[in-house]
Protein backbone atom coordinates (compact mmCIF):
# COMPACT_ATOMS: atom_id res chain seq x y z
CA UNK A 1 0.00 0.00 0.00
CA UNK A 2 1.67 3.04 -0.87
CA UNK A 3 -0.02 5.38 1.90
CA UNK A 4 -0.80 4.22 5.06
CA UNK A 5 -4.42 3.98 6.36
CA UNK A 6 -5.12 6.20 9.18
CA UNK A 7 -6.58 4.45 12.01
CA UNK A 8 -10.22 5.94 11.83
CA UNK A 9 -10.02 4.97 7.89
CA UNK A 10 -9.17 1.35 9.11
CA UNK A 11 -12.36 1.67 11.30
CA UNK A 12 -14.48 3.17 8.75
CA UNK A 13 -13.47 -0.13 6.84
CA UNK A 14 -13.97 -2.76 9.96
CA UNK A 15 -17.46 -1.52 10.40
CA UNK A 16 -18.89 -1.45 6.48
CA UNK A 17 -20.50 -4.39 5.21
CA UNK A 18 -17.25 -6.11 3.67
CA UNK A 19 -15.01 -6.51 6.43
CA UNK A 20 -17.24 -5.82 9.27
CA UNK A 21 -16.68 -8.40 12.16
CA UNK A 22 -13.29 -9.68 10.26
CA UNK A 23 -10.14 -10.30 12.74
CA UNK A 24 -7.59 -6.73 12.52
CA UNK A 25 -5.06 -9.46 12.29
CA UNK A 26 -6.55 -10.96 8.11
CA UNK A 27 -6.95 -7.08 7.71
CA UNK A 28 -3.32 -5.85 8.27
CA UNK A 29 -2.18 -8.85 6.58
CA UNK A 30 -4.32 -7.75 3.57
CA UNK A 31 -3.18 -3.95 3.71
CA UNK A 32 -0.23 -4.24 2.60
CA UNK A 33 -0.73 -5.30 -1.02
CA UNK A 34 -3.83 -2.77 -1.43
CA UNK A 35 -3.54 0.29 -3.55
CA UNK A 36 -4.84 3.32 -2.34
CA UNK A 37 -6.89 5.46 -4.90
CA UNK A 38 -8.57 8.70 -5.33
CA UNK A 39 -11.20 10.31 -7.35
CA UNK A 40 -12.87 13.18 -7.73
CA UNK A 41 -16.81 13.25 -8.12
CA UNK A 42 -18.28 12.38 -11.28
CA UNK A 43 -15.70 10.44 -12.51
CA UNK A 44 -16.50 6.99 -14.37
CA UNK A 45 -14.09 4.73 -12.28
CA UNK A 46 -14.82 1.72 -13.65
CA UNK A 47 -16.26 0.28 -16.49
CA UNK A 48 -17.61 -3.64 -17.20
CA UNK A 49 -13.83 -4.65 -18.64
CA UNK A 50 -12.07 -3.00 -15.49
CA UNK A 51 -14.32 -4.66 -12.89
CA UNK A 52 -12.75 -8.05 -14.25
CA UNK A 53 -9.46 -6.90 -13.88
CA UNK A 54 -9.70 -4.81 -10.01
CA UNK A 55 -11.97 -5.09 -7.42
CA UNK A 56 -11.92 -1.65 -4.93
CA UNK A 57 -13.23 -1.29 -1.43
CA UNK A 58 -14.41 2.42 -0.26
CA UNK A 59 -12.96 3.74 2.79
CA UNK A 60 -14.69 7.04 2.25
CA UNK A 61 -17.58 9.02 -0.76
CA UNK A 62 -20.19 7.52 -2.40
CA UNK A 63 -19.98 5.64 -5.44
CA UNK A 64 -23.39 4.82 -7.75
CA UNK A 65 -23.35 1.42 -9.89
CA UNK A 66 -25.59 1.68 -13.27
CA UNK A 67 -26.60 0.26 -15.83
CA UNK A 68 -27.12 2.79 -18.76
CA UNK A 69 -29.02 2.35 -22.27
CA UNK A 70 -26.64 4.43 -24.33
CA UNK A 71 -29.42 4.23 -27.43
CA UNK A 72 -32.37 5.69 -25.49
CA UNK A 73 -30.17 7.54 -22.66
CA UNK A 74 -31.93 6.16 -19.85
CA UNK A 75 -29.86 5.27 -16.08
CA UNK A 76 -30.98 2.47 -13.92
CA UNK A 77 -29.46 2.62 -10.53
CA UNK A 78 -28.54 -0.89 -9.23
CA UNK A 79 -26.88 0.32 -6.26
CA UNK A 80 -25.18 3.47 -3.67
CA UNK A 81 -21.96 2.37 -2.38
CA UNK A 82 -20.54 3.84 0.88
CA UNK A 83 -17.50 3.40 2.72
CA UNK A 84 -17.01 -0.32 3.50
CA UNK A 85 -18.94 -1.39 0.49
CA UNK A 86 -17.17 -3.23 -2.61
CA UNK A 87 -17.22 -1.98 -6.23
CA UNK A 88 -18.80 -5.08 -8.20
CA UNK A 89 -18.67 -8.67 -6.30
CA UNK A 90 -20.57 -10.14 -9.34
CA UNK A 91 -17.00 -9.71 -11.73
CA UNK A 92 -14.85 -11.03 -8.96
CA UNK A 93 -16.70 -13.92 -8.08
CA UNK A 94 -17.24 -14.74 -11.56
CA UNK A 95 -14.13 -13.42 -13.59
CA UNK A 96 -16.60 -12.21 -16.30
CA UNK A 97 -17.53 -8.74 -17.32
CA UNK A 98 -20.79 -6.98 -15.30
CA UNK A 99 -22.36 -4.26 -17.62
CA UNK A 100 -22.60 -2.01 -15.43
CA UNK A 101 -20.42 1.26 -14.83
CA UNK A 102 -18.75 2.71 -11.19
CA UNK A 103 -19.38 6.12 -11.15
CA UNK A 104 -18.39 8.62 -8.41
CA UNK A 105 -20.75 11.08 -6.47
CA UNK A 106 -18.63 12.61 -4.27
CA UNK A 107 -14.16 12.91 -3.64
CA UNK A 108 -13.64 9.11 -3.30
CA UNK A 109 -10.93 7.31 -1.27
CA UNK A 110 -10.70 3.36 -2.17
CA UNK A 111 -8.43 0.42 -1.30
CA UNK A 112 -7.73 -1.63 -4.61
CA UNK A 113 -5.95 -4.89 -5.82
CA UNK A 114 -6.38 -7.52 -8.67
CA UNK A 115 -8.92 -9.90 -8.58
CA UNK A 116 -6.84 -12.67 -8.75
CA UNK A 117 -5.23 -11.04 -5.03
CA UNK A 118 -9.25 -10.99 -3.67
CA UNK A 119 -9.60 -14.44 -4.55
CA UNK A 120 -6.42 -15.67 -3.05
CA UNK A 121 -7.59 -14.08 0.15
CA UNK A 122 -10.55 -15.67 0.23
CA UNK A 123 -8.43 -19.37 -0.41
CA UNK A 124 -6.22 -17.99 2.15
CA UNK A 125 -8.55 -16.77 5.14
CA UNK A 126 -12.21 -18.69 5.71
CA UNK A 127 -12.80 -15.70 7.76
CA UNK A 128 -12.71 -13.58 4.76
CA UNK A 129 -14.37 -15.70 2.67
CA UNK A 130 -17.17 -16.18 4.93
CA UNK A 131 -17.77 -12.32 5.20
CA UNK A 132 -17.51 -11.95 1.01
CA UNK A 133 -20.02 -14.35 1.32
CA UNK A 134 -22.54 -12.59 3.39
CA UNK A 135 -21.57 -9.46 1.79
CA UNK A 136 -22.70 -11.18 -1.76
CA UNK A 137 -26.12 -12.46 0.14
CA UNK A 138 -26.89 -8.99 1.47
CA UNK A 139 -25.99 -7.51 -2.12
CA UNK A 140 -28.19 -10.49 -3.66
CA UNK A 141 -31.04 -9.09 -1.48
CA UNK A 142 -31.03 -5.56 -2.03
CA UNK A 143 -30.78 -6.34 -6.08
CA UNK A 144 -34.14 -8.85 -5.40
CA UNK A 145 -35.89 -5.89 -3.77
CA UNK A 146 -35.51 -3.51 -6.11
CA UNK A 147 -36.28 -5.67 -9.14
CA UNK A 148 -39.74 -6.59 -6.70
CA UNK A 149 -40.24 -2.90 -6.21
CA UNK A 150 -39.97 -2.29 -10.29
CA UNK A 151 -41.99 -4.72 -11.28
CA UNK A 152 -45.03 -5.09 -8.73
CA UNK A 153 -44.75 -1.66 -7.15
CA UNK A 154 -45.75 2.02 -8.30
CA UNK A 155 -43.46 4.79 -8.11
CA UNK A 156 -44.88 6.46 -5.03
CA UNK A 157 -44.27 2.80 -2.87
CA UNK A 158 -40.80 2.66 -4.87
CA UNK A 159 -39.99 5.83 -3.19
CA UNK A 160 -40.92 4.97 0.10
CA UNK A 161 -39.22 2.10 0.16
CA UNK A 162 -35.88 3.83 -0.74
CA UNK A 163 -36.84 6.44 2.17
CA UNK A 164 -37.42 4.09 4.64
CA UNK A 165 -34.57 1.95 3.53
CA UNK A 166 -31.88 4.81 3.98
CA UNK A 167 -33.05 5.69 6.93
CA UNK A 168 -33.45 2.09 8.60
CA UNK A 169 -29.78 1.74 7.41
CA UNK A 170 -28.82 4.53 9.43
CA UNK A 171 -30.36 3.88 12.78
CA UNK A 172 -29.95 0.29 12.62
CA UNK A 173 -26.17 0.00 11.18
CA UNK A 174 -24.74 3.96 11.72
CA UNK A 175 -24.06 4.04 7.89
CA UNK A 176 -23.76 7.34 6.43
CA UNK A 177 -26.36 8.93 4.13
CA UNK A 178 -26.26 7.40 0.78
CA UNK A 179 -29.20 9.50 -0.29
CA UNK A 180 -27.24 13.32 1.40
CA UNK A 181 -28.08 15.51 -1.64
CA UNK A 182 -28.62 13.69 -4.44
CA UNK A 183 -30.90 15.33 -7.06
CA UNK A 184 -34.36 14.49 -8.03
CA UNK A 185 -33.28 13.14 -10.79
CA UNK A 186 -30.36 10.96 -9.13
CA UNK A 187 -33.62 9.59 -7.06
CA UNK A 188 -35.78 9.09 -10.42
CA UNK A 189 -32.48 6.27 -11.43
CA UNK A 190 -32.99 5.12 -8.20
CA UNK A 191 -36.62 4.23 -8.53
CA UNK A 192 -36.96 3.60 -12.08
CA UNK A 193 -38.77 6.86 -13.03
CA UNK A 194 -38.08 10.12 -14.33
CA UNK A 195 -37.64 13.47 -12.28
CA UNK A 196 -40.83 15.06 -12.39
CA UNK A 197 -42.16 12.40 -11.16
CA UNK A 198 -39.78 12.41 -8.48
CA UNK A 199 -40.92 16.01 -8.03
CA UNK A 200 -44.30 15.63 -7.73
CA UNK A 201 -44.09 12.49 -5.41
CA UNK A 202 -41.71 14.61 -3.25
CA UNK A 203 -43.86 17.58 -3.04
CA UNK A 204 -47.02 14.97 -1.97
CA UNK A 205 -45.14 13.35 1.04
CA UNK A 206 -43.78 17.51 1.79
CA UNK A 207 -47.15 18.86 2.16
CA UNK A 208 -48.81 15.83 4.02
CA UNK A 209 -45.49 16.44 7.17
CA UNK A 210 -44.10 12.65 5.72
CA UNK A 211 -40.63 14.64 4.70
CA UNK A 212 -38.81 17.28 4.76
CA UNK A 213 -36.52 18.10 1.87
CA UNK A 214 -35.30 21.51 2.11
CA UNK A 215 -31.56 21.68 0.65
CA UNK A 216 -31.63 19.46 -1.00
CA UNK A 217 -31.70 17.00 2.25
CA UNK A 218 -34.46 14.48 2.74
CA UNK A 219 -35.60 14.14 6.52
CA UNK A 220 -38.29 11.61 8.07
CA UNK A 221 -40.83 13.63 9.67
CA UNK A 222 -43.45 11.31 10.41
CA UNK A 223 -42.07 7.59 10.16
CA UNK A 224 -45.06 5.85 10.92
CA UNK A 225 -47.23 8.43 8.23
CA UNK A 226 -44.57 6.68 6.08
CA UNK A 227 -44.81 3.85 6.85
CA UNK A 228 -48.38 4.03 6.18
CA UNK A 229 -48.50 5.37 2.78
CA UNK A 230 -45.61 2.52 1.62
CA UNK A 231 -48.59 -0.26 3.54
CA UNK A 232 -51.45 1.96 1.68
CA UNK A 233 -50.07 1.67 -1.80
CA UNK A 234 -49.10 -1.99 -1.49
CA UNK A 235 -52.63 -2.82 -0.39
CA UNK A 236 -54.06 -0.94 -3.46
CA UNK A 237 -51.76 -2.30 -5.66
CA UNK A 238 -52.29 -6.12 -4.53
CA UNK A 239 -56.32 -5.51 -4.53
Known amino acids: MRNKLAEDEIRSLQDGSLFQGLDRQILDAMLPDLELRHWLPRQVVMTPEDMVREFCVLISGRVKITRQNFRT ?74 ASDLALHDTMTRLSHLILHNFENQQTSHRQNLLHGLSHEELAHLIGTVRV ?11 EGVIDCEGGELHVLNLKKLLDKAEGHLAQSSA
Not at 87 to 101: A, T
Open 197 to 207: VVNRLLRELKA
Open 73 to 146: GRELTLSLLGAGDGFNVISLLDGKPHEVIAETLDPVTALCAPVARWQAWMDEYPAFLHAMRHYVERQMRELSEL
